[in-house]
């Protein structure tokens, strides 16, 4: 969503709306990318742009060397790529076998249940988009349903459990618990154990509170694709062992068609493949089954140039836990309910076995178009989940810095916990002996606040003095087994973050992305 039209079409019609990787004509299966990432620093240049198809966009892994799937492509691989294909374009004459596109099509994925409310009743200044306008389908009213019986205007990430003395107690009230490590290869680090609630629990603590889990109770859901409690260590305020249920995620799927012409362009109707099961129809995300295709009617109203139309789709259940969406590029703002929203580009394509969808659902094929008394027929390509943009909103509730252990020879690194939890702005010290294999302390300002490092030292010796850390920055300690190291300082959260309780779910997700990049 960050080039702008003109970059756009300038790269699609350098590449002749062929791959610049595989050279294959793709038409509407073809997309510009940035060649460095955003998050990377790349710029919404057309010398930073890329046409590829979704196959080769995929290998190229977002050009991110983490990426989990196929051939990683360089930076320079990927120009050389871009150039060699343009002047092969402008060299031959290569030209796309039919007219430009009317419509740039994509999938957003809003994960905001207070961006949710706000598309359902209308409001749609804060989607990121050109004069947005919302189209009526059974997949929106079956989401306006679930968001009309939510008893809050918020859905938090969970719901508060109960507190204990120590996790000797949490495990004696709560016996053969899961419980976890705080290494990299655990993608719980924030949090010590896990269970599964039973399903009076669930009615009696979270049905009255949550309407997403009142709706899949009614419905004989299994307790597992509910939701599950988590227990960690409370080192802010009053010390406590503290569990909470963490809610099933609710996702609205839309789809987002801009108009790229310099007319007005009338929607007739959307082609697509229908699914209305009976009930909510809790099933495996694109569970195949036999689906009509029919025509959905569009508002009557033309589209106006640069103006998008949004469509609900699907209604998705995301997952309980687990590995975050891996994200390519990000932009932020704040938003009128004081949240941050973050939209993001994003590869999602290992979680589709977490996934779930409820309700109906409706997957395009074409869009039947007028323009100027002219008729046609353009192609819409099918949700994947390794190129979606997303909406998410956060509270800004900066808590505490984060110590890791980095360990030899591979670097992987344990969470050990938050530094001077106690209280903001207090002067606090904490202490650790470095255990076996540890070679390195990481000291990471992962919130929206600004820690003050006033001393760290390795067996009585000061190694660093008055160092202040800022979101996104990391101090590094060497050490060696077996040293005392002590750590005194204080963190100063930012004036909008101050009042607000840090919440665990998200604590843990910072981390875990924290913890994948690092290693």
Sequence with gaps: MAFSKEVRTEALVAAARHCCVCHRYRGVKVEVHHIVPVSKGGADTADNAIALCFDCHADAGHYNQEHPRGTKFSVDELRLARDFWHTAVLMNHIEAPYDEDWLYCRYLVCKSFSALREIVEGALTQIPVNSPLLAKTIVGDFLSLIVRQHPEAYRSSHVWGDAFEGRDAYERAHPGVRVFDRSSFNLFPYFEASRIPSREELLS??????????????????????????????????????????????????????????????????????????????RPFRAREPRRVEDLALPRMSLPPEGTIIIPIAAVLGPIGGEPLRVSGTVSEHVQTGEVQLTSHCDGVHLVNQLALVGPSLWPILFLLERAGSRREQEVHQLDLSNLYTIDRSWEAGSCPHLFLEHSPNSSLTYWGELWAGA??????????????????????????????VEVCVNDAAVIRNLVLHRGETLRVTVKPGDRVRLAGYYVPHASAR???????????VIVAFMQSAT
């Excluded at 839309?254 to 310099?262: H, I, S, V, W």
């Excluded at 010290?429 to 302390?441: C, E, F, K, M, Y």
């Excluded at 009042?499 to 997700?509: A, G, L, M, S, T």
């Design 424 to 453: 903001p702005d207090e002067p606090q010290v904490d202490s650790l002996q470095i255990p076996q294999a540890t070679n390195t302390l990481l000291l990471t300002e992962l919130e929206n606040e600004v820690a003050h490092v």
């Design 205 to 282: 603590r979270l049905a009255s509170k949550d309407s997403v889990t009142a709706l899949l109770l009614e419905a004989g859901v299994p307790e597992t694709e509910i939701s599950e409690a988590f227990a960690y260590d409370e080192v802010c305020g009053r010390r406590c062992f503290q569990e909470i249920y963490r809610l099933r995620p609710l996702w609205g799927v839309y789809m987002a068609a801009t108009n790229l012409t310099e007319q007005p362009i009338r929607l007739e109707a959307l082609r697509c493949e229908a699914e209305q099961p009976a009930g909510i129809g809790f």
């Design 499 to 509: 009042n607000r309780k840090p919440d665990p779910w998200w604590k843990n997700e």
